[in-house]
Every structure is written in C-alpha cells, then in structure tokens.
C-alpha cells in the first residue's frame, strides 16, 4: 500500500501494537506493585512485599522491552528533539528508578519500607506520564 | 564444575560504603563485643566461597598436634558422634524446602549455591572404625540409610538419636554394630514446614532422659512473614521415652550446635544470627542456653538491640531478651560445638571446640576454620585460639569448610569438612 505524504511535514500515528501492550502493561504492572506496597505497609503481611516486588519485576520487563521500541524509535526518528528524545528519556528514567525499587524491594522484610513505597509511588507517576505522551494521539503520538 | 567455579567469585561492592572490612576479631569477639551502627546498602556486600581442592594440602593445626583426612568422597558430612567403642558415626545429607518467594531469592540462591558442594546429600550415616588403633579409620560403612537430612546424633542408654529435619528417631544400638538393625522408631516430629533453616542439631542429657534440639528461624529476619516462625529459632526439650517435648529456650536464630558442658551439666550453643546488617553485624556467639530463656531473635541482637526489620515491634519481648555469653565475630557461621577433654593435651583441655563454615555477608572472609574458646569454672575465660586454619588457601581459594566438631576422648578432634566431603582427624602428637 502506498503512504499519503501530506503537506505537512508532521506526521503522527501511535506506536505500533506491540510496544502498546508493553508500554501500557507496565503502568498497570506498577500500580499494581505500588497497590501492593501500600496493603504491606498498611497491613505488615509479608505477601503483599512480595507481590510488589514481582509486579515490580514483571514491569521491569514490560518497560525494559518498550524502552528498545523507544530507542529503535529515537534512531529512526527526523528531527530526533522533541517528542522521541523526551519519550525516550522519560521511559529511561523510569526503568532506572524502577530498577533501584527491586533493590530495594530485595532487602528482607521492613526493610524494603519506606523506601520501597515512595519509590513505588514516584515511578508509577513517571509510566504514566510517560504513556500519556507516547499513547494519546492528540499530543502527537510517537513521530 | 570449572564451569561453576568461574562464577564462584562474585564481590557485589556496596554503593553505599567502601569501607575496609579488616577483620579485627579483637574487636568483635568475646563477651563483649563492639557493635556498629548497622547499615545496608543498595546491595549487601558479599563474596562467596570459590571451591578449590585440597589436593595433598591439609588443615593447619598447631605446633604439636597432627591432622590426617580419615574419610573421603563423603556425601555432605556434617555432624559426627563417638560411640563408646571409639567408632565414628558421621551423619551427612542436606535438607531444606525453602520456596523461592522473591526475585531476591532467585538470583541469591544461585550465587550462594557456587561456595557449597555439589555432591548430593547421602541421607545417611556413615560408620568409621579404626579397629587396630594406628589412627586410620579402615571401615567405612553405611549405618543406617534413607534418612531425611540427618544432622544432630546423640547416644546413650543403647540408643542412638538422629535429627533428621522433620523428627528425632532412634535405632537400637549394640556395642561393635556397624549396621542399623531396622528402620528407626519416630520419638517426635519436629517442626519441617519450609525449613529455610533446617539443621536439627541435638545433644542428650546427662542422663539420657532428654534430648534438646535445635530448631532455626525459617526466614533471615521474618521475611517469609510471622506465621512461619511458630516452633520456630528455638530449642526443644524433648523426653526420649514418651516424645513430650517443650520450648526450653526461644529467640535463638539457628542454634546449629548443641553441646552439655561436662563439668556444669549446663546446656550450651553456638547460634547463626541475622544477615544484611552490615559486614560486623550480628555477631554470631556462643551461649549458655538458659531454660526458659529468651534471647532476642526476630526482635533484637544481642541484648536489646532493636532490629527495625521487624514489624510489628515487640518492645516488651526486646526488654526481656537475654545477652550472650560470648561473640565469636559475625558471619562466621558457626555450625559446630563440642567441649574438650584432658586428652586433648594442656593447653586445650577446658574449653570449647568451634566449627565455623565462614561467611558469605562480607567482602573480607572470616570463619573458615575451627577455634577453641578456652574455658574456666564452667564459663569462656579467654580470647578464642585458631586450632584449625587454612581452609581458604593463600589465593582466597576455598579448600574446605568446617561444620560439625567432635572430641574423641581418647584424645582427637574429628572436623567435619562438607565442601571437601571429608573427615579430619587432629591428634595430639606422641
């Protein structure tokens, strides 16, 4: 099928359906991990941790997977500033911090706490401010 | 295995603290031990145990005493008895159900699993004798097998206690056996559920009334949650004619040795305490086991040293927790315990022998080795001797790790060596 080239050099579409389901797994992934943390730190009942720090680990691995998607994006993507570096960049910095939070979600017992929680907290406002920017076509979607 | 042994060396550095883990003993062992602030970086520091063989290198012993390997290609020896015909039952096997609950425990129970043995656990007791007295062991036969992790032995009466993980059994013994005659008899079942920590050491009474067991915490520090620890870190008295038992001491982590003192008749242990507080932090220590006592575990260390892991907090069972008698330095991980005999020669003739299989929590290695803590009226009464060194060769190699210690009254200390999956014997010299 041929492409329609418009006047206008921007060109939006959404990604494609893969990196959705892993891009948006992940926000759910991390609610469910900071969900979790809050039942711990309310309830001390040692299961709901280590439900945090699976959910944790299985959006690691969402994300880990959408963040090669954003950077195959970002090498692909003319002009590279603006929307793909900062998706790029935003999505990193989750991972990272996410990554930090199964650390801390390593250490045994209260220890993962309050750490574990506030973590928890700030990487799930991240992942959707992130998706938000990547997944809602009218700010654009990914160029 | 070279395989394996590649990835044995694995040194996760602290983000947090670089600093040096000199193993100043003086500071950390005897009874009153220096304790920091605890700390725990991003990682907890470690460096496991990289295998190595002994080749035709032994154990260092000291200036008058000899060491011979009395046993060979064992399967995961741990804990020994001499019987009073002068012959060794050696107990070997390897328990534990832990499920993996955590990532953590995932990649943890890998890298720990490079500084042990791969021999699989024989389930068994081995029998040596050394019928002519030349100080090598020429029988070496099965006792009794299909056993369930054995590991704490006691005799008296013509019996002959097993722990193994799950209950104490006995057998029927006659003098010169070398054979079990029949499947064991149950006495007790002992708690088994996960068995994270799942030595069951033991030691009899004087009399041979009672047996008490050692029963370890099924967690580092509670994170299989609280319902795990019921019967859990304690010591059960256990009467060996009905199978009555009671806790007869609680708040003990994993007391792994359990040992009568021969003049006081006092009970006492060597416990493994708590892990991820810092590379001198907790000691692991010697203790006299008081009945009824409690000695602080999960709720605090040595004395009333909170452990903010915990929660909820116990602040009632922290006021009434009970100091030990004597560190032996953390991490050492002291899996064995026995007091000397005058036949050991004066300079070791009242003391404690000490098994310490060495640490894994810490980027500079301690324990790998077997101490003697000297004794006076009943109690420690000095700094603890090296008696058995060289396990980790001068390359940080590690050729063996000491668990069970027993004194031979006729003048021996028997180590058992389960990374080796040998038998030493230290003799002093005629």
């Known amino acids: 099928m041929s492409s329609v080239t418009t006047a206008s050099a921007v060109y939006s579409r959404p990604p494609g359906v893969l990196h959705t389901i892993l891009l948006a797994g992940s926000v759910s992934l991390f609610l469910g991990a900071l969900l979790s943390d809050i039942a711990y730190f309310n309830t001390h009942q040692i299961q709901w941790s280590n439900f945090a720090s699976w959910l944790n680990a299985g959006a690691l691995l969402f994300a880990g997977l959408a963040l090669v998607f954003a950077l195959v994006n970002l090498v692909r993507a003319k002009p590279k500033a603006g929307r793909p570096l900062n998706y790029f960049v935003l999505l990193f910095v989750t991972w990272a911090i996410g990554l930090v939070n199964a650390f801390q979600h390593a250490k045994d017992a209260w220890a993962v706490m309050p750490t574990g929680l506030m973590l928890s907290a700030v990487v799930f406002i991240l992942i959707c401010i992130t998706a938000v920017l990547a997944l809602n076509p009218r700010s654009g979607g990914l160029k | ?430």
């Open chain 2, 1 to 430: 295995m070279n395989r394996s042994s590649a990835l044995a060396l694995i040194t996760v550095s602290l983000l947090a603290s670089a600093c040096s883990n000199e193993a100043n003993t003086n500071l950390v062992s005897g009874p009153d031990p220096k304790l920091p602030a605890p700390e725990r970086g991003l990682f907890p520091s470690m460096k496991i145990a990289e295998p190595s063989a002994w080749g035709d290198q032994k154990p260092t012993v000291p200036a008058g005493f000899s060491i011979t390997a009395i046993a060979t290609d064992l399967k995961i020896p741990r804990q020994m008895l001499v019987l009073p015909n002068g012959d060794i039952l050696v107990a070997e096997g390897r328990g534990g159900s832990a499920a993996k609950l955590k990532p953590k425990d995932v990649i943890a129970g890998y890298i720990k699993a490079q500084g042990n043995t791969k021999v699989k656990g024989g389930n068994r007791l081995t029998l040596l004798r050394d019928a002519d007295g030349d100080g090598k062991y020429e029988l070496n036969t099965v006792f009794a097998e299909n056993l369930n992790a054995p590991y704490g032995l006691a005799f008296a009466n013509n019996k002959l206690y097993v722990a193994n993980q799950d209950a104490v059994v006995s057998f029927d013994y006659q003098a010169g056996q070398t054979k079990a005659a029949g499947a064991p008899v149950t006495i007790t079942r002992l708690p088994a559920e996960i068995n994270h920590h799942w030595t069951k050491a033991m030691t009899i009474s004087p009399d041979g009334r009672y047996v008490y067991v050692g029963i370890g915490s099924n967690s580092n520090i509670t994170e299989r949650g609280m319902e795990a620890e019921v019967d859990r870190a304690m010591v059960w008295q256990i009467d060996v004619t009905t199978g009555a038992y009671k806790p007869y001491a609680t708040g003990l982590r994993n007391p792994t040795a359990l040992a009568m003192h021969p003049e006081t008749g006092q009970l006492w242990s060597v416990v493994n305490e708590r892990d991820e507080l810092g590379p001198d932090l907790v000691p692991d220590y010697l203790t006299s086991v008081k009945e009824g006592g409690f000695y602080g575990w999960p709720y605090s260390y040595w004395g009333q040293n909170v452990d903010a892991r915990v929660m909820p907090q116990k602040p009632e069972k922290v006021a009434a927790a009970i100091k030990p008698d004597y560190s032996l330095g953390s991490h050492v991980a002291a899996l064995g315990l026995d007091f000397s005999k005058p036949a050991m020669g004066a300079q070791f003739a009242n003391g404690a022998f000490v098994g310490e299989h060495g640490s894994w929590n810490r980027d500079n290695p301690v324990g790998y080795k077997v101490i003697f803590v000297p004794f006076a009226n009943g109690r420690p009464s000095g700094p603890a001797i090296d008696f058995a060194t060289g396990f980790r060769d001068a390359n940080g190699k590690t050729r063996g790790r000491p668990v069970g210690v027993t004194v031979d009254p006729r003048g021996a200390l028997i180590i058992a060596d389960d990374l080796a999956n040998t038998v030493w014997r230290v003799v002093p010299s005629r």
